[in-house]
DNA sequence: TTTCCTATCT
DNA sequence: TAGATAGGAA
């Protein structure tokens, strides 16, 4: 199994596994020293911590495990344990004398994967190279999970050519659209199915929205967590596009803000083309309004569009401006989120779990640039899911479909103060006021976290975007959930074990030398004679993965 | 024959 | 609720 290992250690191993060895006590760093070598480790002892850590940083790569007494006179155990927790993400093992269940638990919160008991045994030491190789398992875990993204790139790709290649000219169906995404693993008949759970989801949509919602009216059903036009588990963001003239409107989907200036002005033929593809009577209307206005080169009228594929989706968005720059439509919507179980590869697990989705168009407003739409600014409500998240339950499905992402509610503003660092001049500015949609995968870990956690430098539908907004989420939620750093509960119980059995010894001279109290509680046990080179068993993974 | 759409199943 | 599939229509 490719587990990270170099190949030769990998052959040997658990032997030749490097143990840094740390204890205040020289007797005990022998035991454990002559121990580890009868187990067939390559050992390194240090009898303090500060040279522990020091040697830990210089050999960045040099060992596998750390072994930590956790009384030692220049700092303390867990201490150290925080610090190579966090700087070499090594697994550590605690041992002390004292068994005391709060000192065990004390350990294990500050990340020991377990806990060993003075005098320490033999089989337990034998059996530590485990903990190395349970995290090689996880982190290879990890690098599979990224693999998603790569192909979530790939995605992204298929939907940049989508862009490119004018398919919103016209009437799209599943096999141009596959076709365009040109993703191997991707058929036409899930085009074909997500395509109409997609209109479905527009006609419902519009059945909803016509007795109260006209286009371009901000409603606050807008905002409603059942309403998927608000967005779509990943996707999650906040569209403001402003125009040369500095007016504003705020596109909402929900989490994410965008801020553009609009500099790519609606050519009549991308006009037509546009419309058919709208969702709802009123979208249509008003482009076709709008698309009247351009026919006759009405004066001071201004129609920006902007057609954007994201990384994962096709988005549209129809800007339209009145003469005096003051207001204007915005139509957004398009598929995005587009997740899909990759049939024809059943080796392939990445997937199996995904599924596709089509985005549903945003929640169109209308707004002042002066004048900012107060329903949106100042007190808002917050939706159910920002409540819940904000209540430290906020954890959300990350493959929810059709299902609404949060909002986030600008803070109120006056005319003069804008809530976002617009930039009429030097371009794009994206702000990522709140990723709280959806969480990580079950395989989310804080390696995951440290992947993922370089904030987003564009804006769209960009599934990279997205999974750094569900990290933020895991990140802003460790303020409210009680996250515990208990990796694994197993040692908990295992280090209750320790206190059953006694340890196997054959070195008399050594422990000739050991404190009292230490030789009191020792067993000879021929099982483990030091004389003997120590067989491992077979490794059985599923031992081992959790 | 291919593609799309709809209904139905899972 | 959403993806898969079958069957009819163009």
Same mark, same amino acid.
Not at 143 to 146: F, H, Q, V
């Given at each position: 199994m490719e587990n990270g290992f170099q190949s030769t250690r990998a052959e040997a191993f658990p032997a030749g596994l490097r143990v840094l060895v740390v204890d205040d006590d020289v007797t005990w760093l022998k035991v454990l020293e002559k121990m580890l070598k009868k187990c067939s480790y390559e050992v +390194? =002892?240090?009898? #303090? !911590?500060? &040279?522990? #850590?020091?040697? #830990?940083?210089?050999? %960045? &790569?040099?060992? $596998?495990i750390v072994i930590s007494d956790v009384n030692m006179p220049d700092m303390d155990g867990f201490k150290l344990l925080e610090l190579v927790g966090l700087e070499m993400d090594l697994p550590v093992i605690m041992m002390s004398v004292d068994g005391e269940t709060s000192r065990v638990m004390k350990g294990v919160q500050h990340g020991a994967c377990d806990y060993l008991l003075k005098p320490v045994r033999m089989k337990e030491l034998k059996n530590i190279w485990q903990h190395v190789f349970r995290k090689k398992i996880h982190e290879v875990k990890d690098?599979?999970?990224?693999e998603v993204i790569d192909d979530i790139h790939l995605m992204r790709n298929?939907?940049?050519?989508?862009? &490119?290649?004018h398919l919103l000219s016209g009437e799209v169906g599943p096999k141009k659209i596959l076709d365009l995404m040109n993703i191997p693993w991707l058929t036409r008949e899930n085009v074909a199915s997500h395509l109409q759970k997609y209109r479905l989801y527009l006609s419902r949509l519009e059945k909803e929205s016509e007795p109260n919602t006209a286009f371009g009216c901000f409603k606050q059903t807008d905002f409603s967590p059942k309403d998927p036009s608000v967005g779509f588990g990943l996707q999650s963001s906040i569209t403001a596009h402003q125009s040369r003239e500095a007016c504003s409107s705020f596109g909402f989907s929900s989490g994410e803000v965008h801020v553009q200036p609009i500099d790519t002005e609606i050519k009549e033929g991308d006009l037509k083309d546009i419309i058919p593809l709208l969702p709802s009577p009123e979208a249509r209307n008003a482009l076709v309004g709008k698309l009247h206005e351009i026919q006759k080169k009405t004066s001071g009228s201004q129609i920006d569009f902007s057609s954007s594929v994201g990384s994962v989706g096709l988005d549209v968005k129809c800007n339209s401006? &009145? !003469? =005096?720059g003051l207001r204007k439509h915005q139509w957004s919507g398009g598929f995005s989120d587009m997740q899909f179980k990759r049939q +024809?590869?059943? $080796?392939? %697990? #990445?997937?199996?779990?995904?599924s596709p989705a089509f985005v549903s168009p945003h929640s169109s407003i209308e707004t002042n640039c002066l004048q900012p739409a107060p329903?949106?600014?100042a007190g808002a409500p917050i939706s159910k899911m920002e409540k819940e998240s904000s209540s430290g339950s906020?954890?959300?499905?990350l493959c929810g479909r059709y299902q609404t992402s949060n909002v986030t509610y600008l803070p109120a503003m006056t005319s +003069?103060?804008?809530?976002?660092p617009l930039q009429p001049e030097s371009g794009i500015g994206n702000i990522l006021l709140s990723g709280r949609a959806c969480t990580m995968n079950e395989s989310s870990s804080a390696k995951s976290n440290s992947f993922c956690h370089s904030k987003s430098s564009s804006w769209g539908y960009d599934q990279k975007d997205l999974f750094e907004a569900s990290t933020a989420v895991l990140q802003s939620s460790n303020e409210n959930l009680p996250v515990s750093s208990l990796q694994d509960y197993d040692y908990v119980e295992n280090t209750v074990l320790n206190n059953i059995e006694f340890l196997e010894y054959d070195d008399l001279e050594l422990f000739a030398a050991l404190p009292g109290q230490h030789c009191d509680r020792l067993k000879f046990n021929s099982d483990y004679n030091l004389s003997e080179p120590v067989e491992y068993p077979a490794m059985d993974q599923g031992l081992f993965i959790v």
């Open positions: +390194t =002892t240090c009898c #303090l !911590a500060i &040279d522990a #850590l020091n040697m #830990l940083r210089e050999r %960045k &790569d040099g060992f $596998d690098i599979e999970s990224y298929g939907f940049e050519r989508f862009e &490119d290649s401006f &009145d !003469a =005096t +024809t590869e059943p $080796d392939n %697990k #990445l997937y199996r779990h995904a329903s949106v600014n906020g954890i959300k499905r +003069t103060e804008s809530p976002l």
